[in-house]
T-cell receptor, first 114, second 112 residues
Framework: AQSVSQHNHHVILSEAASLELGCNYS??????LFWYVQYPGQHLQLLLK??????LVKGIKGFEAEFIKSKFSFNLRKPSVQWSDTAEYFC????????????FGTGTRLTVIP | NAGVTQTPKFQVLKTGQSMTLQCAQD?????MSWYRQDPGMGLRLIHY???????DQGEVPNGYNVSRSTTEDFPLRLLSAAPSQTSVYFC???????????FGNGTRLTVT
């Protein structure tokens, strides 16, 4: 069975600090990888996705993520966070075959202090 | 373009009551799914459907039923609500395998 691990449960940063959120998955085959963001009181929105090709993918709002196949990782980064980035971030993986079921990590809550 | 619409937004049930959470999408997506979100547990898949007339179980299907009579609608039924079903429920849809999910705004359900 697939699983997704997000080791940081709550991250607190000051504005302009750099961000890196870890995500590891357990699945040996072809995967599609996603990062979603959930702002307080809202539904999940797609930040970025990786299907194939360049392992460094860029998303909305200055976020990027790097797929490292040998480490089964897909870490999310942002060079300089803003107060408006305060939200919960979810990593998700899809096995790449069969139904389009996503398996989500437990989420990382990011608090950015002005 | 409404996307994925869920109703109701909030619901309080007593133990043993039944109800249906509605989900509709207007993007002609074949794939639809239901997730529940609980603190510290992320999102867990309840049921999913790859097209009209086809449904299957996800990670946590017990206590829930679904049907898919049309492409647009994918209701989630709780036949006999239990306090363990207190959660936020999200419906999602997508075009096909590997496509990003589009989420509804969620239904916050409390079972007392």
């Amino acid at each position: 069975a697939q699983s997704v691990s997000q080791h940081n449960h709550h991250v607190i940063l000051s504005e302009a600090a750099s961000l890196e959120l870890g995500c590891n998955y357990s699945y040996g085959g072809t995967v599609n990888l996603f990062w979603y963001v959930q702002y307080p009181g809202q539904h999940l929105q797609l930040l970025l996705k990786y299907f194939s090709g360049d392992p460094l993918v860029k998303g909305i709002k200055g976020f990027e993520a790097e797929f490292i196949k040998s480490k089964f990782s897909f870490n999310l980064r942002k060079p300089s966070v803003q107060w408006s980035d305060t939200a919960e971030y979810f990593c998700a993986v899809n096995a790449g075959t069969g139904a389009n079921n996503l398996f989500f990590g437990t989420g990382t809550r990011l608090t950015v202090i002005p | 373009n409404a996307g994925v619409t869920q109703t109701p937004k909030f619901q309080v049930l007593k133990t043993g009551q039944s109800m249906t959470l509605q989900c509709a999408q207007d993007m002609n997506h074949e794939y639809m799914s239901w997730y529940r979100q609980d603190p510290g547990m992320g999102l867990r898949l309840i049921h999913y459907s790859v097209g009209a007339g086809i449904t299957d179980q996800g990670e946590v299907p017990n206590g829930y039923n679904v049907s898919r009579s049309t492409t647009e609608d994918f209701p989630l039924r709780l036949l006999s609500a239990a306090p363990s079903q207190t959660s936020v429920y999200f419906c999602a849809s997508s075009q096909g395998q590997g496509s990003p999910l589009h989420f509804g705004n969620g239904t916050r359900l409390t079972v007392t």
